[in-house]
């Protein structure tokens, strides 16, 4: 409790306070309203989109980017220059998960948009002993969604190796992007 003005009735300070708090949170309010406004139609990057950030993966729209850049990737040797590429993570024990975003992928895109469908989860320690999250992506899991992408015709789809790397930095390593 905050001492007070012995001159202010408690009742008083009590309101007082209570106001202040009200103030406080309308304050926040406006500023969160404000952002919500700036991110409606966001013009935070170079290609000013004008996608609707605030709705969230449902307002993310893949097809402003495809719109501006075509379904392909354009390379030089290994490295890409223009164009897109889609990096999907496959968490274990949420293939269904992973085959709902194909799917969507594939009705509001195409199948030839490129896919890299990535096996790197790798838990971190408070998720250690989560049911389904506590542990790496299986090889079965794994190539049940790169199968159900070719299956659906997905023509370029990268994939990676399923081992058990651990693929978090060790900051305490001078080199902490070496994985073991």
């Not at 993966?57 to 501006?68: C, I, N």
């Not at 993570?89 to 975003?101: A, H, M, T």
């Not at 389904?132 to 049940?144: A, N, P, Q």
Request: with cysteine.
């Amino acid at each position: 409790m905050r001492a007070h003005n012995s001159g202010t009735s408690w009742k008083n300070w009590k309101y007082t306070e209570a106001r202040k708090k009200v103030n406080d949170d309308t304050r926040r309010l406006r500023k969160v309203r404000r952002l919500k406004s700036m991110l409606k139609s966001c013009r935070l990057c170079p290609r000013k989109c004008s996608v609707d950030i605030t709705e969230g993966a449902k307002g993310f729209r893949l097809e402003s980017m495809v719109s501006q850049v075509g379904d392909t990737l354009e390379t030089e040797g290994d490295i890409a220059r223009r164009g897109i590429i889609i990096r999907h993570l496959v968490l274990p024990g949420f293939i269904q998960n992973s085959i709902e975003v194909l799917k969507l992928i594939k009705k509001t895109l195409s199948t030839s948009v490129p896919l890299s469908i990535m096996s790197q989860y790798t838990p971190i320690p408070p998720m250690k002993d989560h049911p389904l999250l506590g542990r790496r992506v299986t090889r079965k899991e794994y190539e049940s969604v790169i199968n159900d992408a070719l299956d659906m015709g997905f023509e370029t789809v990268f994939t990676q190796d399923v081992d058990d790397r651990a693929f978090s930095p060790d900051f305490e390593r001078d080199s902490p992007f070496t994985w073991s």
